[in-house]
């Protein structure tokens, strides 16, 4: 069964500084990789996504996220983070090939001071 | 993108009434959708797999009596919490794929806005 992991439960940062949310999974197979973001009181919405051809997927909102296979890891990272980026962020995967259910990682809280 | 609603976005309801939350694809049919529960300050579990024309299927650990899954078009799948304890109280997503099965754009899936169940 596929597993993800999201190590940083919470990150606090400041505005304009760069962010790196990780996200390691658990699957020897061919697999779909997913950012999505919830805002405070709002729905899931997608940063980005990766099926296949180069790793390193640009997203929504000045997001991108770099699939290291070697790693089975997909890490988010933005430059520098505004404000308005605070929210809960979700890696999730499922298995490439056709839909199926994604496995969600548990949730990194970020906050960004003002 | 594709927009997937879900109605009511919020419900209230006593103890061992049954609460219907209904799931659409608006502008797209989805032979497949997915419920998911979320609860306060953790990811999202799924539930079940709904599926247009046959049965729904459940997660380990999901009752499939208690939470009753109808796939009744292409546009519309609907969740029952059946004989509602406080216990059932959480947030139910549903989400869905674009697409027809075996195509590219069906690994993607859209997601509704939620809907809070609290159970008195």
């Known amino acids: 069964a596929q597993s993800v992991s999201q190590h940083n439960h919470h990150v606090i940062l400041s505005e304009a500084a760069s962010l790196e949310l990780g996200c390691n999974y658990s699957y020897g197979g061919t697999v779909n990789l997913f950012w999505y973001v919830q805002y405070p009181g709002q729905h899931l919405q997608l940063l980005l996504k990766?099926?296949?051809?180069?790793?390193l997927v640009k997203g929504i909102k000045g997001f991108e996220a770099e699939f290291i296979k070697s790693k089975f890891s997909f890490n988010l990272r933005k430059p520098s983070v505004q404000w308005s980026d605070t929210a809960e962020y979700f890696c999730?995967?499922?298995?490439?090939?056709?839909?199926?259910?994604?496995?969600f990682g548990s949730g990194t809280q970020l906050t960004v001071l003002p | 993108g594709a927009v997937v609603s879900q109605h009511p976005s919020r419900v209230i309801c006593k103890s061992g009434t049954s609460v219907k939350i209904e799931c659409r694809s608006l502008?797209?049919?989805?032979?497949?959708m997915f419920w998911y529960r979320q609860f306060p300050k953790k990811s999202l579990m799924l539930m079940a797999t709904s599926n247009e024309g046959s049965k729904a299927t459940y997660e380990q650990g999901v009752e499939k009596d208690k939470f009753l899954i109808n796939h009744a078009s292409l546009t519309l799948s609907t969740l029952t919490v059946t004989s509602a304890h406080p216990e059932d109280s959480s947030f139910y997503i549903c989400?869905?794929?674009?697409?027809?099965?075996?195509?590219?754009?069906?690994?993607?899936?859209?997601f509704g806005p939620g809907t809070r169940l609290t159970v008195l």
């Open positions: 990766y099926f296949s051809g180069d790793p």
């Open positions: 989400s869905a794929p674009p697409g027809l099965a075996g195509s590219f754009s069906y690994n993607e899936q859209f």
């Open positions: 502008d797209f049919q989805a032979t497949t």
């Open positions: 999730a995967v499922n298995e490439g090939g056709s839909a199926r259910q994604l496995t």
